[in-house]
């Protein structure tokens, strides 16, 4: 099945310092999209990427879908305290039937005011 | 209004007894789904149904259940509760089989 590298596993940072984090897959996905997930809540959908090579933007928040379709990288601008939380890469692999959203494993964000 | 909700929110229980989460989204979506959140917060897929129809259904136990009695509901029935199902399960919806997936904000299972 596919494998998605997700790193860092976490980041301490300072508010105002940027932030970069980054997803690895063992195959090729169609799709690449980023999630938060703050305590106690479900995730929420950041950026959805769709084709090879895509750069989108949300705010501070600046993604893009990798040329070879195997990575995606999120990047957070100044960061601020609310950036907190889990952010999650997710790939669709869509060969065949097999709609199967995989995730990564998560990067841990935490924000010193 | 929730878009994707779950119930209950918390649910404690003890080992061998069966318990139900239920799911419901007014999306107007075609497309549901089960994961499952580990305590290392790792998100694994464990059920999907379009327009009712089991699409996906990952290696989970068969004391897992799901039944989607229409487009807008996703339920989950787990029999025989172990202690290794305690974990906070997530119910998702996409407008479409490969679409952005909406999340619910979780059903926190503890097996005692």
């Known amino acids: 099945g596919q494998q998605l590298n997700q790193s860092p596993q976490s980041m301490f940072i300072q508010e105002g310092e940027d932030v970069s984090m980054n997803c690895t897959s063992s195959?090729?996905?169609?799709?690449w999209l980023w999630y938060k997930q703050e305590p106690g809540e479900g995730p929420v959908l950041l950026i959805a990427l769709y084709k090879a090579g895509e750069l989108t933007s949300n705010g501070r928040l600046t993604a893009q879908f990798g040329i070879t379709r195997k990575d995606s990288f999120l990047n957070i601008s100044a960061s601020i305290p609310s950036d907190v939380g889990i952010y999650f890469c997710?790939?669709?692999?869509?060969?065949?039937?097999?709609?199967?959203?995989?995730f990564g494993k998560g990067t841990l964000l935490t924000v010193n005011p | 209004d929730t878009a994707v909700s779950q119930t209950p929110k918390y649910l404690v229980t003890q080992m061998g007894n069966d318990k139900s989460i239920k799911c419901e989204q007014n999306?107007?979506?075609?497309?549901m789904y089960w994961y499952k959140q580990d305590s290392k917060k790792f998100l694994k897929i464990m059920f999907s149904?379009?327009?009712?129809?089991?699409?996906i259904n990952e290696t989970v136990p068969n004391r897992f259940s799901p039944k989607s009695p229409d487009k807008a509901h996703l339920n989950l029935h787990i029999n025989s509760l172990e202690l290794g199902d305690s974990a906070v399960y997530f119910c998702?919806?996409?407008?479409?089989?490969?679409?952005?997936?909406?999340f619910g904000e979780g059903s926190r299972l503890t097996v005692l």
């Open positions: 997710a790939g669709f692999y869509s060969g065949g039937s097999n709609y199967k959203l995989t």
């Open positions: 195959s090729i996905f169609n799709t």
């Open positions: 998702a919806s996409s407008q479409f089989l490969g679409g952005e997936l909406f």
């Open positions: 999306l107007g979506h075609d497309t």
């Open positions: 149904y379009n327009n009712k129809e089991l699409i």
